[in-house]
C-alpha cells in the first residue's frame, strides 16, 4: 500500500486519499475529490487544533514575510566588502 507523504486522511466512503489543506480546515468543509463525498469539521472538537493549526500559519506567514524583507534587505543594500572599510594595520 502506497501512503502519501501529503496531509491528509483517507475517505470514510471511498478510502480515496482527501488532501487537506489548512484553508480547507479553517472553512470547515472537505470534500472527497474521488467520491465527493462532504465533510464536516465539528467546530467544537476541533476548535483547539484549529485555533494552533491557524497560530502555526499565522506564525510561518509572519516568518516567510520576515525571511521576505530580510531578503529584500540584503538585496537592496548589499554588504559592503571588508576591504574597502578596514585598512591594514601597521605596526
Ligand atoms: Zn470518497
Redesign the pocket.
Known amino acids: 500500500m502506497l501512503m502519501s507523504d501529503a496531509p491528509g486522511f483517507p475517505?470514510?466512503?471511498?478510502?480515496?486519499p482527501?488532501s487537506t489543506t489548512l484553508q480547507s480546515l479553517f472553512s470547515g468543509r472537505i470534500y472527497?475529490s474521488?467520491?465527493?463525498?462532504e465533510l464536516r469539521l465539528e467546530e467544537k472538537a476541533s476548535r483547539e487544533a484549529l485555533t494552533a493549526a491557524h497560530r502555526l500559519d499565522d506564525s510561518i506567514q509572519k516568518a516567510e514575510a520576515m525571511k521576505a524583507d530580510a531578503l529584500d534587505l540584503n538585496h537592496v543594500q548589499p554588504k559592503a566588502p571588508e576591504r574597502s572599510r578596514s585598512r591594514p594595520r601597521r605596526p
Request: charged share 15%; with cysteine.
Open positions: 475517505c470514510p466512503s471511498c478510502k480515496a482527501i472527497c474521488n467520491c465527493k463525498l
